[in-house]
């Protein structure tokens, strides 16, 4: 059975190797259903650090999003070449809108220290996926960087 909890941040919370939750974010113009997760061991209470970050994203949603979606765009164009070893259809992103063919938002990861990481499915890495580092710096690289 699942443990759960009542954060009085994140709201209602299951714990399964983290506390996650299902919710919506909008994100290169589209609607998207992620897990929102609190990275925990043996099922530790949520920190503080992960509360301030996710009390900072709820407040900055949609300048984050757009964050992520500039940061991406700026990655496929600038390693154009190297993303076409490994995904045939590679070409200049024009619009944020196009890289809703493209990426697939998972997961906003909340480290115990209050990181803050978006997870996505990729075309040009269909089995590591790449992340985006929205705090406490931005950096955009492939997720082994980053877990």
């Not at 949603?61 to 076409?84: C, F, H, I, P, W």
Request: one cysteine or more; a negative charge.
């Amino acid at each position: 059975m699942e443990a759960t909890c009542i954060d009085n941040v994140f709201g209602e919370m299951s714990y399964k190797h983290r506390w996650c939750k299902k919710q919506s974010i909008s994100m290169f113009g589209e609607d998207w259903t992620i897990t929102i997760a609190a990275k925990a061991y043996s099922g530790k209470p949520i920190t503080e650090e992960q509360q301030k970050a996710y009390s900072y994203f709820m407040n900055n949603e949609k300048r984050m999003m757009d964050t992520v979606g500039e940061q991406l765009k700026s990655y496929v164009n600038e390693n154009l070449s190297s993303l076409a070893e490994y995904w045939i259809s590679a070409r200049t992103i024009v619009n944020i809108s196009e890289l809703a063919q493209m990426v697939t938002p998972k997961t906003l990861l909340f480290k115990q220290d209050g990181t803050t990481i978006m997870l996505l499915d990729c075309v040009w890495d269909i089995e590591g996926g790449m992340a985006v580092k929205l705090a406490p710096n931005i950096v955009v690289g492939s997720q082994d960087l980053f877990l």
